[in-house]
T-cell receptor, first 111, second 113 residues
């Protein structure tokens, strides 16, 4: 069944502010997590990943935090821009090759 | 850049029709996937394939079948379309080495009337 979920389905953020998108997972055996971004009319696009032996990983303007104790994953976007408006999905590995996706959070950036 | 293409962006079919959704990737990836995406449910895996002529059921395979005759092409078949199969269908691929990093096509919006 569904094991990955996001706390909030929508998030509105002021341009220039930082965004935090949260995700809870229930499978303690998962050891790999990914964040995807899906813009309107497009397929999901890889943003950043993290393995369970890490608790933080940084990319360009994005940071993923993993708290295995409470099975929580978050994506932080610094200085949010209009181009960051999209649906964001977290996903965890689920057996060989497969991923389980959360329901998604829609981020809207206000000018 | 990896490119995953899907044969149609929008498709309208009638109940009971046989529907073919085609997906092609150009990166010689071993793994290919079909998902459906519905509001509030995220992406749900229908079928996947890790090699030519190999297929595995995902979480919601009922009402669907797949075909992978060539490495670059993975087809999703709705044997007899029903209105509850109205959805966005997404194809993805990944390499054997980076198996969890999946690359997605733009999606096919299927409406069954």
């Amino acid at each position: 069944g569904e094991s990955v979920g996001l706390h909030l389905p929508t998030l509105s953020v002021q341009e220039g502010d930082n965004s935090i998108i949260n995700c809870a997972y229930s499978n303690s055996a998962s050891d790999y997590f990914i964040w995807y971004k899906q813009e309107s009319g497009k397929g999901p696009q890889f943003i950043i990943d993290i393995r369970s032996n890490m608790d933080k990983r940084q990319g360009q303007r994005v940071t993923v935090l993993l708290n295995k104790t409470v099975k929580h994953l978050s994506l932080q976007i610094a200085a949010t821009q209009p181009g960051d408006s999209a649906v964001y999905f977290c996903a965890e590995n689920n057996g060989d090759y497969k991923l389980s996706f959360g329901a998604g959070t829609t981020v809207t950036v206000r000018a | 850049d990896v490119k995953v293409t899907q044969s149609s962006r929008y498709l309208v079919k009638r109940t009971g029709e046989k529907v073919f959704l085609e997906c092609v990737q150009d990166m010689d990836h071993e793994n290919m996937f079909w998902y459906r995406q519905d509001p509030g449910l995220g992406l749900r895996l229908i079928y996947f394939s890790y090699d030519v002529k190999m297929k595995e059921k995902g979480d919601i395979p009922e009402g669907y079948s797949v075909s992978r005759e060539k490495k670059e092409r993975f087809s999703l078949i709705l044997e007899s379309a029903s209105t509850n199969q109205t959805s966005m269908y997404l194809c993805a691929s990944s390499s054997a080495e980076g198996a969890y990093e999946q690359y997605f096509g733009p999606g096919t919006r299927l409406t069954v009337t």
